[in-house]
Protein backbone atom coordinates (compact mmCIF):
# COMPACT_ATOMS: atom_id res chain seq x y z
CA UNK A 1 0.00 0.00 0.00
CA UNK A 2 1.31 3.61 -0.75
CA UNK A 3 0.33 5.87 1.71
CA UNK A 4 0.14 9.72 0.68
CA UNK A 5 1.46 12.36 2.97
CA UNK A 6 -0.32 13.71 5.85
CA UNK A 7 0.39 16.96 5.17
CA UNK A 8 -0.81 17.29 1.29
CA UNK A 9 -2.62 20.46 1.89
CA UNK A 10 -0.23 22.02 3.90
CA UNK A 11 2.79 22.37 2.16
CA UNK A 12 2.40 26.51 1.98
CA UNK A 13 1.48 26.69 5.65
CA UNK A 14 3.18 28.88 8.17
CA UNK A 15 6.03 26.83 10.19
CA UNK A 16 4.48 25.71 13.58
CA UNK A 17 5.72 27.42 17.05
CA UNK A 18 7.60 25.44 19.58
CA UNK A 19 6.16 27.11 22.54
CA UNK A 20 5.34 25.50 25.20
CA UNK A 21 2.60 25.36 27.37
CA UNK A 22 1.78 26.40 30.74
CA UNK A 23 1.88 22.84 31.80
CA UNK A 24 5.70 22.34 30.83
CA UNK A 25 4.86 19.39 28.39
CA UNK A 26 2.45 20.52 25.69
CA UNK A 27 3.05 22.20 22.44
CA UNK A 28 1.54 25.55 21.98
CA UNK A 29 -0.81 25.16 18.71
CA UNK A 30 -2.42 28.45 17.23
CA UNK A 31 -6.28 28.86 16.83
CA UNK A 32 -7.00 27.32 13.44
CA UNK A 33 -10.46 25.76 12.14
CA UNK A 34 -11.97 23.23 13.44
CA UNK A 35 -11.40 19.67 11.52
CA UNK A 36 -14.00 18.35 8.95
CA UNK A 37 -13.39 15.35 10.88
CA UNK A 38 -16.06 15.69 13.70
CA UNK A 39 -18.50 16.24 11.30
CA UNK A 40 -17.84 14.07 7.89
CA UNK A 41 -15.77 11.11 7.71
CA UNK A 42 -12.61 11.68 5.74
CA UNK A 43 -12.34 10.05 2.14
CA UNK A 44 -12.12 7.08 1.28
CA UNK A 45 -14.77 6.15 4.36
CA UNK A 46 -18.41 5.53 2.63
CA UNK A 47 -21.07 6.86 5.56
CA UNK A 48 -23.81 5.76 3.18
CA UNK A 49 -24.48 2.64 4.56
CA UNK A 50 -21.90 2.20 7.69
CA UNK A 51 -19.35 4.17 8.10
CA UNK A 52 -17.96 1.82 10.30
CA UNK A 53 -18.24 -1.86 11.90
CA UNK A 54 -17.74 -2.80 15.66
CA UNK A 55 -17.66 -6.47 15.77
CA UNK A 56 -17.04 -7.39 19.41
CA UNK A 57 -15.87 -10.89 19.89
CA UNK A 58 -15.81 -13.74 22.89
CA UNK A 59 -14.60 -17.07 23.12
CA UNK A 60 -17.90 -18.98 22.85
CA UNK A 61 -16.63 -21.88 24.90
CA UNK A 62 -15.87 -20.06 27.99
CA UNK A 63 -18.90 -20.01 29.83
CA UNK A 64 -18.20 -16.76 31.71
CA UNK A 65 -17.00 -15.30 28.53
CA UNK A 66 -20.14 -15.82 27.07
CA UNK A 67 -22.39 -14.65 29.69
CA UNK A 68 -20.94 -11.63 30.04
CA UNK A 69 -20.71 -10.79 26.16
CA UNK A 70 -24.63 -11.49 25.89
CA UNK A 71 -25.39 -9.33 28.65
CA UNK A 72 -23.18 -6.48 27.17
CA UNK A 73 -25.23 -7.14 23.59
CA UNK A 74 -27.89 -6.34 25.43
CA UNK A 75 -27.03 -2.93 27.55
CA UNK A 76 -25.52 -1.88 24.05
CA UNK A 77 -29.19 -2.17 22.91
CA UNK A 78 -30.91 -0.80 25.34
CA UNK A 79 -27.72 2.39 25.58
CA UNK A 80 -27.44 2.67 21.75
CA UNK A 81 -30.71 1.87 20.02
CA UNK A 82 -29.72 4.51 16.91
CA UNK A 83 -26.99 2.46 16.19
CA UNK A 84 -27.28 -0.39 13.88
CA UNK A 85 -27.33 -3.48 15.97
CA UNK A 86 -26.44 -7.41 14.51
CA UNK A 87 -28.01 -10.78 16.03
CA UNK A 88 -25.57 -12.02 18.98
CA UNK A 89 -23.53 -15.07 17.02
CA UNK A 90 -22.67 -18.52 19.16
CA UNK A 91 -20.31 -19.31 16.55
CA UNK A 92 -17.83 -17.95 14.28
CA UNK A 93 -19.09 -16.52 11.14
CA UNK A 94 -17.42 -15.10 8.09
CA UNK A 95 -14.17 -14.11 8.35
CA UNK A 96 -14.58 -14.01 12.19
CA UNK A 97 -12.63 -16.61 14.07
CA UNK A 98 -15.04 -16.75 17.32
CA UNK A 99 -18.46 -16.02 17.91
CA UNK A 100 -19.40 -12.47 18.36
CA UNK A 101 -22.03 -9.70 17.90
CA UNK A 102 -21.76 -6.88 15.33
CA UNK A 103 -22.94 -2.95 15.66
CA UNK A 104 -22.67 -0.28 13.03
CA UNK A 105 -22.14 3.42 13.35
CA UNK A 106 -23.20 6.05 10.89
CA UNK A 107 -21.27 9.21 12.26
CA UNK A 108 -18.32 10.74 13.37
CA UNK A 109 -19.84 11.41 17.09
CA UNK A 110 -21.75 8.11 17.09
CA UNK A 111 -18.40 6.37 16.19
CA UNK A 112 -16.16 8.47 19.16
CA UNK A 113 -19.05 7.88 21.83
CA UNK A 114 -19.21 4.04 20.97
CA UNK A 115 -15.61 3.67 21.10
CA UNK A 116 -14.91 5.28 24.42
CA UNK A 117 -18.23 3.32 25.98
CA UNK A 118 -16.78 -0.18 24.68
CA UNK A 119 -13.16 0.72 26.24
CA UNK A 120 -14.72 1.20 29.69
CA UNK A 121 -17.76 -1.65 29.34
CA UNK A 122 -15.93 -4.28 26.97
CA UNK A 123 -14.70 -6.45 29.85
CA UNK A 124 -13.32 -9.87 28.51
CA UNK A 125 -14.18 -9.14 25.09
CA UNK A 126 -12.10 -8.36 21.92
CA UNK A 127 -13.43 -5.08 19.51
CA UNK A 128 -12.21 -5.42 16.03
CA UNK A 129 -13.54 -1.80 14.15
CA UNK A 130 -13.15 -1.50 10.65
CA UNK A 131 -13.90 1.49 8.44
CA UNK A 132 -16.25 0.95 5.35
CA UNK A 133 -14.38 2.07 2.28
CA UNK A 134 -15.30 -0.76 -0.46
CA UNK A 135 -12.17 -2.47 0.02
CA UNK A 136 -13.00 -5.54 2.82
CA UNK A 137 -9.78 -7.00 3.11
CA UNK A 138 -8.05 -3.59 3.41
CA UNK A 139 -10.84 -2.33 5.68
CA UNK A 140 -10.40 -5.69 8.02
CA UNK A 141 -6.05 -5.98 7.98
CA UNK A 142 -4.14 -2.21 6.98
CA UNK A 143 -7.15 0.00 8.61
CA UNK A 144 -8.12 -2.26 11.10
CA UNK A 145 -7.71 -1.18 15.12
CA UNK A 146 -8.32 -3.50 17.83
CA UNK A 147 -9.18 -3.01 21.84
CA UNK A 148 -8.07 -6.14 23.40
CA UNK A 149 -6.64 -8.77 22.31
CA UNK A 150 -6.48 -9.44 18.34
CA UNK A 151 -7.94 -12.37 16.82
CA UNK A 152 -6.30 -13.77 13.29
CA UNK A 153 -9.36 -13.61 10.54
CA UNK A 154 -10.01 -15.97 8.03
CA UNK A 155 -9.38 -12.93 5.19
CA UNK A 156 -8.74 -15.41 2.08
CA UNK A 157 -12.46 -14.72 1.37
CA UNK A 158 -12.26 -10.80 0.95
CA UNK A 159 -8.93 -10.92 -0.95
CA UNK A 160 -9.49 -9.56 -4.80
CA UNK A 161 -9.15 -12.48 -7.42
CA UNK A 162 -6.46 -11.35 -9.99
CA UNK A 163 -7.31 -12.56 -13.67
Not at 46 to 73: C, G
Not at 107 to 121: C, D, I, K, Q
Not at 137 to 142: Q, R
Amino acid sequence: MVYESPLRGYENAEPLPNTINPDGKSLFNPPGPKSAAYDDFPKPIISANNAFDFHIYYTQTNSQEAKYAKELHERVRREFPELRIYKFWDRPIGPHPVAMFEVNVFTPHETGAFFSWLVVNRGPCSVLIHPNTGDPYGDHTERATWMGRPWPLNTDMMKPISH
